[in-house]
């Protein structure tokens, strides 16, 4: 059973979480993504995906299942793999895709390198194992080698090629929104003159002034906060 086994074992290392993080997105949607991008690659046609998460914080929990094909992962690899798609549309298309994937599980918990392989489930599928690090990606691949179409040299090398469109599509770090408002909007007097704070009441039948008031500064609050949560 050995020999029917094709195996290899890789570091990539032109970036890692630190990288996807500072692009607001998860990293292991992102390799998750970057997984299907590379099977497209290859047979051209999207792949049945399951992916095994740690559920060890629920209460009898062991591990689950999430079956990571959906809409918008197959529209995020057929827009990469598009000679006519811009770099906005690849970026637009692999955020959705993230979006849609992105979940919390720790994988993998040791603080060194380490490598598990097991056997694909199907003779004509693959099998991954990756370990996310702040500036890398591990990855085993394995596959049978008595099937004549799949390969692990050549999904390594479509993986690589994926990892590597996909941070070129993210390069440049996402824009903060700015906030510009003209003094004749920041003020409002009573008497018709200016200078005067604007107080707005969003609910109107409230007393004026007080819950209008602290409602409006919540919600910048909330804004605000959006541009400086952890991802």
């Keep these: 059973f050995r020999d029917e086994l094709d195996v290899l074992i890789y570091k990539f290392q032109n970036y890692g979480k630190d990288f996807v993080k ?3 997105m998860s ?3 992102f390799v998750q993504m970057a997984l299907q ?3 497209y690659k290859i ?3 999207p792949c049945a ?3 095994s998460v740690s559920t060890r914080e629920f209460l009898h929990g062991r591990t689950e299942g999430v079956r990571g094909t959906s809409s918008q992962s197959l ?3 057929r827009t990469f793999e598009s000679p006519h798609s811009t770099r906005e549309q690849k970026e637009h298309s692999l955020r959705k895709a993230v979006a849609k994937h992105k979940h919390d599980a720790n994988l993998v918990s040791a603080r060194c390198d380490a490598v598990m392989m097991i056997a694909p ?3 004509d599928g693959y099998r991954v194992f990756y370990n996310v690090l702040k500036d890398a990606f591990n990855f085993g691949v394995s596959c049978f080698k008595s099937c004549p179409e799949t390969s692990a040299v050549r999904f390594k090398e479509a ?3 994926s990892l590597t469109e996909m941070r070129n599509c993210v390069a440049q770090p996402p824009r903060k929104a700015r906030h510009a408002c003209s003094s004749s909007q920041l003020t409002r007097s009573q008497n018709g003159s200016p200078g005067e704070p604007h107080k707005e009441n969003i609910v109107s039948n409230s007393t004026p002034g007080v819950l209008g008031e602290t409602r409006t500064k919540l919600r910048w609050k909330l804004y605000s906060c959006g541009f400086t949560a952890d991802i």
């Design 121 to 123: 489930l199907a003779r």
């Design 49 to 51: 995906m399951y992916e």
């Design 37 to 39: 991008l590379a099977f």
């Design 22 to 24: 500072s692009r607001n």
């Design 159 to 161: 993986l690589e090629q």
């Design 27 to 29: 990293p292991d949607s």
């Design 75 to 77: 529209n995020f690899c």
């Design 43 to 45: 047979h051209n046609v």
